[in-house]
């Protein structure tokens, strides 16, 4: 399996997303934000986590305007199977790829621990060699993790099974403790946790290797 990583000016986290891949034994690309194109053979696309454009505006606000962006979103409209995590997800929300908004932590601290999570849905293309309600920690470290939708959005997002991940005590406000989402057909997901920080024991965990080897059986099972 073919993996992109999109690197934006101030990612801070695409190495580790690129070394996470690679761990566990598949291809990885870093792509720069200012192409205009994504290679035909890539299978997965993650948009990292870190501080793009600074965060200036509002986090992810600029990068959503990068040039590689609107090849991001058609390849996602096709199906293509993307993911972003911390900054990425911000990336995509404001891309509109997922429904919702992040605000500052209701704390209005940036955060940064291991925190525990539970897997509110195991059937998807990233979840689903984790157990349904099973317990994981994942590192985090956001200053604008807090998740908002509104009462009717929520009802959506449960009656198509698109939340991924719910906080176990929620550390940033986010609503109904949401942690990562995805979109109604499936193929995109966006949370704030960080898995490609807990793939291996010496990183404190390998809790995090599961979204990434349920993309390869999702994918393994398509072709």
């Avoid at 600074?54 to 993307?82: C, N, T, W």
């Amino acid at each position: 399996m073919k993996f992109a990583v999109i690197v934006f000016p101030g990612s801070n986290c695409d190495k580790d997303a690129q070394y996470a891949v690679e761990s566990l034994g598949h291809n990885c690309r870093l792509l720069w934000h200012k192409d205009t194109s994504l290679p035909k053979d890539v299978d997965c696309i993650i948009l990292p986590g870190g501080f793009s454009y600074g965060d200036y505006l509002r986090s992810g606000a600029i990068a959503r305007f990068s040039p590689i962006m609107e090849a991001v979103i058609k390849f996602a409209e096709r199906g293509g199977l993307v993911i972003g995590i911390c900054n990425g997800f911000q990336i995509l929300l404001e891309s509109g790829l997922l429904p919702g908004a992040l605000m500052k932590n209701n704390s209005t601290k940036f955060i940064c621990k291991r925190q525990k999570l539970n897997v509110a849905n195991n059937s998807t293309a990233f979840t689903n060699k984790y157990k349904r309600n099973e317990e994981i920690t994942l590192p985090i470290a956001h200053g604008d993790g807090n998740y908002y939708v509104s009462k009717d959005e929520y009802k959506k997002l449960k009656e198509n099974n698109q939340i991924l991940f719910t906080y176990s005590d929620n550390p940033n406000g986010s609503s109904f403790d949401i942690a990562g989402i995805c979109n109604d057909k499936g193929n995109v997901a966006g949370m704030m946790p960080h898995p490609e920080r807990a793939i291996e024991e010496i990183l404190g965990g390998k809790d995090g290797a599961k979204v990434f080897t349920s993309i390869v059986k999702n994918f393994q099972g398509r072709v």
